[in-house]
């Protein structure tokens, strides 16, 4: 099976699967505020690195582990559904094919304990 990380493009479709995701998610009026006075540059730079490895890609990712990352933050399920599905919008928009995207969903699903609550 290939791994998911080259299914949604590799690094560059990694790369612009990010960009195209946080624009869509600092525009949302539930999920914006979450991100207000956060360095967006740096967030986009570890996400690219968390999803390459949850997608089997690179293992570059160093930074903090999901529940300390979102710890105090209040996640909720619903605002962790909306994460999970702007990003699969994104994906789709982008022509990942709908089986894949599934599988990112899954993929990501398995997060959920670590950052809901955290």
Avoid: N
Wanted: with cysteine; aromatic share 8%; glycine share 10%.
């Amino acid at each position: 099976m290939t791994e998911l990380y080259d299914e949604v493009g590799g690094p560059d479709g990694v790369r612009t699967a990010v960009a195209v995701f946080y624009r869509r998610v600092v525009d949302d009026d539930e999920l914006g505020p979450w991100f207000e006075g956060i360095d967006l540059d740096r967030l986009k730079a570890h996400q690219r690195a968390f999803l390459a490895a949850a997608f089997g890609g690179p293992q570059v990712f160093s930074g903090r582990t999901l529940a300390d990352a979102h710890a105090g933050l209040a996640v909720t399920d619903a605002a962790f559904d909306r994460i999970v599905q702007t990003l699969c919008t994104s994906l789709a928009d982008l022509g990942v094919q709908q089986d894949v995207v599934t599988r990112v969903a899954e993929r990501l699903e398995l997060a959920r304990s670590e950052v809901v609550g955290a």
